[in-house]
């Protein structure tokens, strides 16, 4: 075996312990994608607290780490922290033919990895840099169940979705997003409303409603159009944001006194729902 499948095979169990998913797929998939194919050429900018470092060399070994990787420092946009999506997809579970919407993909590592345990299913990526759209449809073209569109995912219509998985931090998503899901479709999205309340949030939609799990902490850059709440929104503390259970569309129903938040068409409540 040579160094870089011996660093791929071993990041890949890393990626998969993390996640605590019983689904093998997720661990093959780690393995056999390979990251720095989305990563431009090396050597690499990783992030490092706040600081940065330059890998030694472009030996692709250096990425099979739990590191950001730099696609745009001067915009703060990387490649993502690989544990972190690693348990973000593993809790979503993704099943083969379900259609799946990324938002905020990047130059595409993480939208291969959804195309990969989806596939045959069919991969929307939206992605608002032109410069990194460009790139993720090079990076994808393999993946022949993806369709990666330069657009706005904000005020774009969204096809129907068995998963929606944002990368791109908002202060409440967009009541379109909800209204997207297929029955038992999940959103995660990097939910900010505050600057001091950032969490991972996943949304359901069953038969009674949505429900919401806000099961991590979270940080992602701002998502252009949705990150800013109305100056009419109710702000949750961080206390008020983690015992949310449930979302509702406002045209749908009233904010009663479960509201743990409040925007301009929907609103969070500490009602749990039953699926």
């Excluded at 840099?129 to 169940?145: Q, V």
């Excluded at 330069?150 to 908002?170: E, K, M, Q, R, W």
């Excluded at 961080?238 to 743990?260: H, K, N, V, Y």
């Amino acid at each position: 075996m040579s160094k870089i499948e011996d660093a791929r095979k071993f990041y890949a169990r890393l990626m998969a312990a993390n996640a605590g998913s019983a689904d093998p797929r997720l661990e093959a998939i780690f393995a056999e994608v390979p990251r720095e194919a989305f990563l431009g050429p090396g050597p690499w900018t990783v992030i490092a607290g706040k600081g940065k470092i330059t890998t030694p060399s472009a030996d692709p070994v250096h990425v099979y780490q739990n590191v950001l990787v730099a696609l745009d420092a001067d915009k703060g946009i990387n490649n993502g922290e690989p544990f972190l999506h690693a348990m973000w997809i593993g809790k979503l579970a993704p099943r083969p033919g379900e259609a799946v919407t990324h938002i905020g993909a990047g130059t595409g590592y993480y939208t291969a990895l959804l195309a990969r345990l989806v596939s045959p299913g069919p991969v929307t990526a939206f992605e608002l840099e032109a410069s990194l759209a460009t790139l993720a449809r090079k990076n994808l073209e393999a993946y022949g169940n993806v369709t990666v569109i330069h657009g706005d995912a904000v005020t774009a219509s969204l096809p129907p979705s068995d998963i929606i998985y944002v990368n791109a931090g908002v202060a409440v998503p967009p009541a379109q997003w909800l209204k997207a899901l297929n029955p038992g479709g999940r959103l995660v999205f990097p939910w900010r409303p505050a600057e001091r309340v950032a969490f991972a949030v996943l949304v359901t939609r069953t038969a009674n409603g949505f429900a919401c799990d806000p099961f991590m902490g979270s940080w992602f850059i701002p998502c252009s159009g949705a990150s800013v709440a109305g100056p009419t929104a109710k702000i949750p503390s961080r206390q008020q944001a983690a015992r949310s259970r449930s979302l509702q569309l406002i045209a749908d129903r009233a904010p009663d006194r479960t509201a743990t938040a409040i925007f301009d068409d929907i609103w969070f409540s500490s009602r749990e729902i039953k699926a």
